[in-house]
């Protein structure tokens, strides 16, 4: 299907062929028949991506600050590829269209199929032919309204959100500054619900527009007095509010909008203006400064947006889908009249004209709302084939054929880049949720095809190493799957989120002709390797602490999500577990965590102490917290048996001002692709992976209990 990208890096467009997303539980697939092209916001982005790294840098100070953080706990190398792989990424543009249900997703009960819809979402509702949409950002579009018209539910629900923090009340009057397209929507949403609107914008042209679409009083900034004007509109008071939906970097809407308010009014901001407010302008009439985010409450919010979960009614009356259901009824009582608005259609096979007309516009065309049609009747499909180097046939030659399933932040900045400089090794197909990623790997690494469906992959015969990078909750399940394939199979951690799935995956590894590895990738670091010998004829049990300084993660990350992520402790600690068990080499039987107390900004299970023991007597612990500074390298490890001892600082190596690091990835990687290649085991035993997957369970079961725990494999099915 075709899909409109920007290279984040250069701002270029390009009309993609990718493959169409996957359902996904919670959402639909929709396909598009119309969506709006958001001049003001979409301008805007392109023209930030256009700028060169200094000039972004400039703009975004603080992602240099996150980038200069990042640099102290993950060394410069790290954090070098990781902003590389931002900057090299392909942005879906546009958010808001509407279209036909073509899918329902598992837990979606309020869409069918055919129903219409209206949908939005920077991410979701794209400018592509095909789009996967949480059921939170879709509503359905009332009978008498169109596709055509009911594209523009963003946009409408962003312009009814800035009137709703105006605040007004009946009788009120209010002045809108700015008159674009979501001035233009505020001013017929005013219209709507009966507010007198003066309407101003600095462009006479825009102004006689906006009078041609319904708008009754208005003054032009620069040329009328425009605070005569208001103060004859509002009885000689002043207007209850403004609502501010202008775009430029100049302060002088702010400044304006608090010389025309009566005093307590309110200012409500929509459009991305100069923020310099003059303080005794404000303070003298005590004006209420609202910041309007976005269509509504929910934006932002991933439990809203993401996982679909609504907030009840009697709290938040107007979430962002009740502004979009809200904005549709307007239109379908024929109170708010989108149609005047539209100036040009594109089809999608010429978005770049459309892109043209707004950045450049070379016939100096008036334009107002501009949208992009689909042909409905189109098929599409969730593979692509791309004009890769010729397939390499397993038979013919000793290769490892890789399909990647998941190719999101750790996919692209580790794996990949390791498996490229290893020998006899292709990644032959990748598979992702959303199809543009998983086209932009496949034409970076010469990958035969993309992919939505993983199950592509799981059926290629040439496959023989399949690699899974998505998030937690789909580990175990594709695993299992890909065993049952015979398939080898290198699964990041965790390798399961629960005992009912780890021993799925045992049973299925027990029989099947592939060989299962887990991304525990610390043990291959040429600094474990190194401790690992020194300490291998020790007398002693060993004695190992183990610091990680984590770094605060919000709690509405997906980590945290119950089902998604699984939390720190399943995925995350799971490293550190393993690591301990590979050091000492004999089996955890016993494991004792505290936590301390939740409070604010404080997620107990993210900061804890906890102790393993060792069926060979040894002991270690590993103190994990989210309370440190960002400035302090991440992990520290101290190893002490037969009077000697280690110190692992961070896994640095180099030189004491060396800024590299080797955590090992290279190591797990080349370690497995050997093993396939001369017909091996897996470098890590089934056991061990099982082991180590269990006590990170047994980690939460002390939690509860409060006391120390033990550790059997029985409980498994396995013996050591
Ligand atoms: N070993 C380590 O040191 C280490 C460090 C960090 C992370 N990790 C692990 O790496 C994994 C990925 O983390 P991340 O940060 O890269 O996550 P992420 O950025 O969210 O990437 C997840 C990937 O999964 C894809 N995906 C989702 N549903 C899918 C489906 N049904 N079929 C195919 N692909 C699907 C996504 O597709 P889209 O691109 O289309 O959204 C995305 O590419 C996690 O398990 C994480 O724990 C390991």
Not at 163 to 179: N, S
Not at 542 to 567: K, T
Not at 644 to 670: A, C, M, T, V, W
Not at 701 to 710: A, H, I, K, N
Request: glycine share 8%.
């Amino acid at each position: 299907m075709k899909q409109l990208l920007q290279n984040y890096k250069t701002g270029e467009l390009e009309l993609a062929e990718v493959p169409a997303p996957a359902l996904k539980p919670g959402g639909i697939l929709v396909k598009n028949h119309y969506s709006l092209v958001s001049v003001g916001t979409e301008r805007a982005v392109i023209e930030f991506a256009k700028q060169s790294l200094v000039g972004k840098a400039r703009s975004r100070p603080d992602l240099v600050k996150n980038a200069l953080n990042k640099i102290k706990t993950d060394g410069l190398l790290a954090t070098y590829r990781a902003a590389m792989q931002r900057l090299n990424e392909l942005l879906p543009l546009g958010y808001s269209c509407a279209g036909e249900v073509i899918e329902v997703g598992q837990g979606v009960e309020a869409f069918n199929k055919r129903d219409l819809v209206a949908c939005g979402g920077g991410g979701y509702a794209s400018h592509a032919e095909v789009v996967f949409i949480p059921k939170n950002l879709a509503v359905k579009i009332p009978e008498n309204v169109t596709t055509k018209e009911a594209a523009f539910v963003t946009l409408g629900a962003i312009a009814l959100q800035g009137v709703r923090r105006a605040d007004l009340t009946p009788g009120e009057c209010v002045a809108v500054i700015g008159l674009g397209l979501i001035g233009q929507l505020t001013v017929q949403i005013l219209n709507a619900y009966g507010f007198p609107v003066l309407g101003l914008d600095v462009n006479q042209r825009q102004v006689e527009k906006a009078l041609k679409l319904g708008l009754r009083e208005a003054a032009v900034i620069g040329q009328d007095d425009v605070e005569k004007v208001a103060r004859a509109f509002s009885d000689g008071q002043g207007v209850d509010a403004v609502i501010i939906t202008a775009a430029t970097k100049s302060s002088e809407p702010i400044e304006l909008a608090g010389r025309i308010c009566r005093d307590k009014g309110r200012v409500s901001v929509v459009g991305d203006v100069g923020m310099d407010i003059p303080r005794n302008l404000y303070y003298e009439k005590e004006l209420d400064l609202r910041i309007s985010r976005s269509y509504g409450p929910g934006r932002y919010d991933p439990n809203y947006e993401e996982r679909g979960i609504d907030y009840p009614i009697g709290y938040v009356r107007w979430t962002e889908k009740r502004n979009m259901e809200e904005f549709l009824r307007l239109i379908s009582i024929g109170r708010v009249d989108v149609k005047p608005m539209i100036t040009h259609i594109f089809k999608i096979e010429d978005a770049l004209k459309a892109y043209e007309l707004i950045l450049e516009n070379p016939n100096r065309e008036e334009f107002t709302a501009v949208l992009l049609e689909y042909d409905p009747a189109k098929g599409h499909t969730a593979k692509i084939t791309l004009k890769a180097g010729p397939s390499v046939k397993r038979s013919k030659v000793p290769i490892v054929n890789v399909g990647l399933i998941g190719g999101g932040n750790f996919a692209k900045s580790v794996i990949l880049p390791n498996l490229r400089k290893l020998d006899k090794v292709h990644v032959k197909a990748v598979a992702t949720a959303t199809g543009k990623s998983a086209q932009a790997i496949a034409k970076k690494y010469g990958c035969e095809y993309a992919t939505t469906d993983y199950h592509e992959i799981l059926n290629d015969e040439d496959i023989n190493l399949v690699i899974i990078a998505t998030r937690h909750n789909l580990h175990a399940p594709i695993a299992i799957e890909a065993l049952k394939r015979d398939k080898n199979v290198h699964v990041e951690k965790p390798l399961a989120l629960n005992t009912e799935e780890l021993r799925a995956v045992i049973e299925a590894e027990k029989n099947s002709q592939g060989r299962l590895m887990v991304g525990f990738n610390r043990r291959f670091a040429p600094q474990a390797i190194k401790a690992k010998e020194t300490f291998s004829n020790r007398k002693t049990p060993l004695m190992i602490h183990y610091r990680v300084n984590a770094g605060y993660i919000p709690p509405d990350h997906w980590i945290h999500d119950p089902v998604e992520g699984g939390g720190r402790i399943i995925g995350e600690v799971c490293h550190f577990v393993d690591f301990l068990q590979f050091l000492v080499g004999s089996a955890p039987i016993r494991v004792y965590a505290t936590k301390i107390s939740e409070g604010r900004a404080v997620i107990a299970e993210d900061n804890i102490n906890i102790t393993i023991d060792f069926a060979d007597g040894s002991t270690g612990s590993i103190l994990y917290t989210a309370l440190g500074s960002k400035s302090l390298p991440k992990e520290y490890v101290e190893i002490f048996a037969d009077g000697k001892n280690i110190i692992i600082n961070n896994f640095k190596i180099g030189g004491p001002l060396s800024l590299r690091q080797d955590k090992g990835h290279y190591g797990e990687f080349k370690a497995f692709i050997q093993a396939i290649l001369e017909g091996q085991p897996s470098p890590i035993p089934m056991t061990e992976l099982a082991l180590t997957t269990l006590t990170t369970f047994k980690i939460h079961e002390s939690l509860e209990r409060g006391g120390p725990v033990s550790i059997s494999l029985e409980e498994l099915g396995l013996q050591r």
